[in-house]
């Protein structure tokens, strides 16, 4: 049985909103670039779209973020150090907090640079730069599970796997997010097959991950706590989630096997329309909202 010495940290919505918020940015900015190493000219719509939709995401979080401060306006004192003597930079890297900051700050740079240059204000991207971008964005995906599992806290502490779950929810909450975004775009009916195959990958991931999860907290006598009551229930739901995900791969492989003849308008011919994907999302948020008021109840 693990112990634990900590008060919890009583966090409230606006945390749940920017782990939300953070996941869905970075999962988009690392789709984007996939499909623009990956992908061909039918994929540039889609593309676009991410790289729109990932710097307004990365806008909500940082305001969400400084709300929960408590004393807003000293926001920046996270990255300025206004000790007497000692000022510069306040980058502290044995600090989960400060690098999550950084983290946070250096992602928006790269995902304004991206949309600037999706608007047509900077030409078309550069790979390097996106590929240097997408490696930050995981790290913002991972950082907000893995921010929990480095403290004291019952549940956070007593399981590895947090960050890897937060990462795997986040692309395949992406993936349906960005299905949503490129079924207006050119070049749909090629790019959407692709994007629900691949999220029934992420979905795979993401159950085995919640798997690890169940796994560790039994080993550290800590699974009833989530077995039981609403949370239970809210599980469930996230199980439910997963889903369509399922069905949308077994679709969008079956349109890619017959070559993406048809175009896709609604998303019933590839197994994933816009429900469905509003139901991954919801499954994501969810997930997110059980891991972190679980520990603090």
């Known amino acids: 049985m693990a112990e634990h010495f900590v008060q919890p940290p009583n966090w409230g919505w606006y945390i749940v909103g920017y782990f939300f918020c953070a996941g869905l940015a970075g999962g988009l900015y690392v789709l984007a670039t996939m499909l623009r190493l990956w992908g061909g000219a039918r994929d540039e719509g889609a593309a676009r779209a991410a ?22 306006l000293r926001f920046w004192h996270m990255m300025i150090n206004t000790t007497p003597g000692n000022t510069g930079l306040n980058f502290k890297p044995w600090s989960p907090i400060s690098l999550g900051t950084w983290g946070l700050l250096i992602f928006g740079l790269f995902s304004f640079l991206a949309f600037l240059q999706s608007l047509g204000k900077l030409g078309r991207g550069n790979s390097v ?3 240097l971008g997408s490696l930050v964005a995981l790290f913002l995906c991972s950082y907000t599970g893995v921010v929990l599992s480095v403290s004291n806290q019952p549940i956070w502490s007593d399981s590895w796997a947090i960050g890897g779950l937060f990462v795997a929810s986040a692309l395949s909450g992406s993936a ?11 070049g749909a009916e090629w790019t959407e097959p692709r994007l629900q195959v691949a999220d029934g990958y992420f979905a ?9 999860f169940f796994l560790t907290l039994s080993q550290a006598g800590a699974a009833g706590k989530m077995f039981s009551g609403l949370w239970l229930v809210l599980w469930i739901l996230v199980m439910i989630s997963l889903l369509p995900a399922f069905r949308g791969f077994v679709g969008g492989r079956r349109l890619q096997l017959a070559g993406a003849g048809s175009v896709v308008t609604t998303g019933t011919a590839t197994g994933m329309g816009s429900l469905s994907a509003i139901v991954v999302l919801a499954g994501v948020l969810i997930m997110r909202y059980i891991v972190i008021f679980s520990a603090q109840t």
């Open 204 to 212: 795979v991931l993401e159950l085995l991950m919640i798997v690890i």
């Open 176 to 186: 349906a997010l960005l299905t949503l975004l490129a079924r207006s775009r050119a």
């Open 51 to 72: 790289f729109l939709i990932a710097f307004p995401l990365v806008v909500v979080c940082g305001i969400l973020l400084t709300i929960d401060l408590g004393q807003p």
């Open 129 to 131: 730069v996106e590929i």
